[in-house]
């Protein structure tokens, strides 16, 4: 099945749980929104991204998600958008199944770049636990450690990510 058939198909919301999400992730759903005129909401929840050379949090790449995610929410300004970042270390260690939820069906995916390149991926509906996981990504999207990139949680987020990276900096010394 192919998840751009999926996301056309699907109605009234995208909500995504995932724990890797890139910045050139979000012209995957710029391209798909063109075949979908019927979503009014669309929700990204992710871990922060990881730097692998230091293990912590990758602040240029948050900076680009957040740059991109803020002229995205500009060009769909119809579409109610949010993306938020778990900072929650008992989330973030839950957040390695990528589930996609519309108003219809839910999904559990592997990794958001392989699914937008790729014909060949698993993709499973996931008819049985689909209260389960909305409920599970209602939580950690309401969660007071979950941070959203716009408006007043942005300074909130981009605390976290200082704190973060000084502590890494302190263990390394």
Known sequence: ???RSLLKRSKD???F???YFKNDNLEFLRNALVDNQNVKEIRILMAPPKSNETNTVNEEELCKIMEKAKKFKEQYDKINFDLKVATSKEII???HDRFFHTKDHS???TDFGLVSRSKDVDISDLKENREVRLNQFTKY???EKTYSIFGND???LLNYVKNEISKTKQKNN
């Open 13 to 15: 919301y995208w909500w």
């Open 1 to 3: 099945m192919l998840f």
């Open 93 to 95: 260690n839950k957040l």
């Open 107 to 109: 999904y559990n995916f």
């Open 17 to 19: 749980l995932l724990q």
């Open 141 to 143: 999207w309401n969660d």
């Open 154 to 156: 942005k300074s909130k």
